[in-house]
């Protein structure tokens, strides 16, 4: 009975990352935008400690791989989709393009699609062990979240083009599945040489948290992809 709760904990903890994950997609149906971010965030602990528990009590179960997979797809891939659905139907549509309102809304729903792939190519993956190849969901999803709740009076504003919103979701779907090296916030040692990469974007978060606060993870991931690209290239 013990080996069973204990190899039991980490799939519940994944249960509890869907469970953030659906409260954020309703949410963002309903435009509240700051509290979908919010439970996108609290997906993304739970999703963090899921892993970190099935590792500390050797709790592995035959489901396990495949239930974090659709649980992150629904946090990282459907909210952040319906925050940016939402966004569209808000969006001020000039004229010419008045027509696309009632049906651009639904190009937000590539980022659900390119997140299942991101997540199906990650699970049969050798080469992600100690560093991803693509933007992770979880970034992808924080930096949605964060934009909007962040950019909200501009993004809806006349200064702001429903096709630069199309254009970037293209970008940030692109990235998902991208061959573009991304590091990893792992750390084996505390040693500077070793992980002087993470060290440097650990060090540029804490003043964008500090102003920012919660709107800076968009700025965060900016930083993330601009940083991974740059040290690939350097090495």
């Given amino acids: 009975m013990t080996n069973i709760i204990k190899n039991n904990i980490p799939n519940t903890v994944t249960c509890l990352n869907l469970f953030s994950g659906c409260i954020a ?4 149906f309903e435009a509240r ?16 400690f899921d892993g970190l528990l099935a590792r500390a009590l050797d709790a592995h179960s035959i489901i396990g ?11 990282f891939g459907v909210a952040p989709s319906i925050v940016v ?21 639904y190009a937000a729903f590539l980022i659900s699609i390119f997140s299942a792939l991101r997540l199906a190519k990650f699970n049969n993956d050798t080469r992600q062990t100690s560093s991803f190849i693509g933007l992770p969901v979880p970034a992808n999803a924080l930096f949605w979240g964060s934009l909007v709740v962040g950019a909200h009076s501009w993004l809806v504003s006349e200064s702001c083009h429903p096709l ?4 970037l979701v293209c970008v940030f779907s ?22 002087k990469t993470s060290f440097i974007f650990l060090i540029v978060c804490i003043p964008l ?14 930083w993330y992809i601009l940083l991974s690209v740059f040290t690939e290239k350097s090495e």
């Fill in 25 to 28: 997609c309703v949410m963002a």
């Fill in 33 to 48: 935008y700051d509290l979908a971010l919010l439970f996108i965030i609290l997906s993304a602990v739970f999703d963090f």
């Fill in 65 to 75: 791989k495949d239930l974090d997979s659709l649980a992150d797809d629904v946090s």
């Fill in 85 to 105: 659905f939402s966004l569209f139907r808000e969006m001020h549509y000039p004229a010419g393009i008045e027509f696309l309102a009632p049906y651009m809304p």
């Fill in 164 to 167: 630069y919103l199309l254009a």
């Fill in 174 to 195: 692109w990235l998902l599945v991208s061959e573009t090296p991304m590091f990893s916030l792992k750390f084996k040692n505390l040693s500077w040489k070793d992980n």
């Fill in 209 to 222: 948290l500090a102003i920012l606060q919660i709107s800076a993870f968009a700025a965060i991931i900016v």
